[in-house]
């Protein structure tokens, strides 16, 4: 059983910044981000594999979100750059297989609770 806890999200205007973290009770296999906006499909945003060797980002984030982890792997972290309104959404922290699956929910064995980004225009 792996339990993990978001923090650190919040209310920023468009272009600002804000720095997703999780801490994972263990180690982990790989870990994601996900968000979720009421009446969507949970919507894959970044992910890491175990030991940080390979990233994955949808195209929607490239170049303004970057996912990163404490050497440990306890922690992972989501930093957003640029945040836009499309971006208000829940977002998830989960464990689970990496790789060409990334993007898949299914995947991930364990989530947290979320935390809530709203991007005000």
């Known amino acids: 059983q792996v339990q993990l806890v978001e923090s650190g999200g919040g209310s920023v205007q468009a272009g600002g910044s804000l720095r997703l973290s999780c801490a994972a009770s263990?180690?982990?296999?790989?870990m994601g981000w996900f968000r979720q906006v009421p009446g969507k499909d949970r919507e894959a945003v970044a992910a890491?594999?175990?030991?940080?060797?390979?990233?994955y980002y949808a195209d929607s984030v490239k170049g303004r979100f970057t996912i990163s982890q404490s050497q440990d792997n306890f922690k992972l972290y989501l930093q957003m750059n640029s945040l836009r309104p499309e971006d208000t959404a829940m977002y998830y922290c989960?464990?689970?297989?990496?790789?060409?699956?990334?993007?898949?929910?299914?995947?991930?064995?364990?989530w947290g609770q979320g935390t809530q980004v709203t991007v005000a225009s």
């Open positions: 263990r180690s982990t296999y790989g």
């Open positions: 989960a464990s689970g297989r990496t790789g060409n699956g990334w993007s898949d929910a299914r995947n991930y064995n364990y």
């Open positions: 890491i594999s175990s030991g940080g060797r390979n990233t």
